[in-house]
T-cell receptor, first 114, second 109 residues
Framework: DTEVTQTPKHLVMGMTNKKSLKCEQHMGHRAMYWYKQKAKKPPELMFVYSYEKLSINESVPSRFSPECPNSSLLNLHLHALQPEDSALYLC?????????????FGPGTRLTVL | QKEVEQNSGPLSVPEGAIASLNCTYSDRVSQSFFWYRQYSGKSPELIMSIYSNGDKEDGRFTAQLNKASQYVSLLIRDSQPSDSATYLCAVMRGNQFYFGTGTSLTVIP
């Protein structure tokens, strides 16, 4: 099973709302990632968790708050977002060992900030 | 210099032809290399991965890696209209994946 699941598929929120994006994988991967993707651009790395600890934060604004409750789950908490934060938010996971550490993406959450 | 560079295209090939997609990377310590296919509005789908020099074939897809030249390519044989998508090259180094900007491929029936 190479499936990463994400909920919700679509999210519309106002600038004062608080919402959360969820990601789950059952491949035993110990690295999980959040990416942001704008139209016609490549995925842009936001956060990396390795063994449930935040290992990379690519200078993401504090209105985005990641959380990794356990090795299978990854959340992204959203608060006071701006319209320019509207994008496709992708979760991914990969193994942390081996020569070929393939990264698999979930289907994404399409976020619209009004 | 960007970590990963791709020709953005668009690349158009007739149905049944070979599509050739190219990617160069800047850091010699890069470990593994990946090709993703992304349809409009969808998430990237892993189609090929390679970490040793040479060719790796999977069905109609062949990935070629030349670490000395820091070059990785993807060949798609017998191209089909369903292959029309953006192809992202990705390079893994340490705990991070670096993506190229993608090449848009159109297969003309």
């Amino acid at each position: 099973d190479t499936e990463v699941t994400q909920t919700p598929k679509h999210l519309v929120m106002g600038m004062t709302n608080k919402k959360s994006l969820k990601c789950e994988q059952h491949m035993g991967h110990r690295a999980m990632y959040w990416y942001k993707q704008k139209a016609k651009k490549p995925p842009e790395l936001m956060f990396v968790y390795s063994y449930e600890k935040l290992s990379i934060n690519e200078s993401v604004p504090s209105r985005f708050s990641p959380e990794c409750p356990n090795s299978s789950l990854l959340n992204l908490h959203l608060h006071a977002l701006q319209p320019e934060d509207s994008a496709l938010y992708l979760c991914a996971s990969s193994p942390t060992s081996g020569s070929l550490r393939e990264q698999f993406f979930g289907p994404g959450t399409r976020l619209t900030v009004l | 210099q960007k970590e990963v560079e791709q020709n953005s295209g668009p690349l158009s090939v007739p149905e049944g032809a070979i599509a050739s997609l190219n990617c160069t990377y800047s850091d010699r310590v890069s470990q593994s290399f990946f090709w993703y296919r992304q349809y409009s509005g969808k998430s990237p789908e892993l189609i090929m991965s390679i970490y040793s020099n040479g060719d790796k074939e999977d069905g109609r897809f062949t990935a070629q890696l030349n670490k000395a030249s820091q070059y990785v390519s993807l060949l798609i044989r017998d191209s089909q209209p369903s292959d029309s998508a953006t192809y992202l090259c990705a390079v893994m180094r340490g705990n991070q994946f670096y993506f190229g900007t993608g090449t848009s491929l159109t297969v003309i029936p």
